[in-house]
């Protein structure tokens, strides 16, 4: 049986790449509160494109963050990548 978290995550990325992208926020959510590591990664994803929500650089750095902390293997690289556009736009 599938976890909340799980459950959440594969809704939300279903709303994700159908371009429902107010609906996978929603779900993101619901799936990061309970620490679904690939949720942080998609919110910080949303957050780096303005999928869905307004482009926001410091809430993705945030988001890749926390996902970097419960072990997510693309957060660090994505995390620094938003790093160095920040750093272009200075």
């Known amino acids: 049986m599938k976890s909340k978290s799980e459950k959440g995550f594969e809704d939300a990325e279903r709303a994700y790449k159908a371009g429902a992208y107010k609906n996978a926020l929603l779900w993101f959510k619901k799936a990061a509160e309970q620490g679904d590591h690939r949720a942080l990664k998609r919110l ?47």
Request: glycine share 10%.
């Open 44 to 90: 910080g994803d949303m957050y780096y494109y303005g999928y869905g929500v307004e482009e926001d650089y410091g809430k993705a750095l945030d988001y890749y963050q926390a996902a970097q902390a419960k072990g997510n293997p693309e957060a660090e690289r994505l995390y620094e990548q938003v790093l160095h556009v920040i750093n272009l736009s200075i």
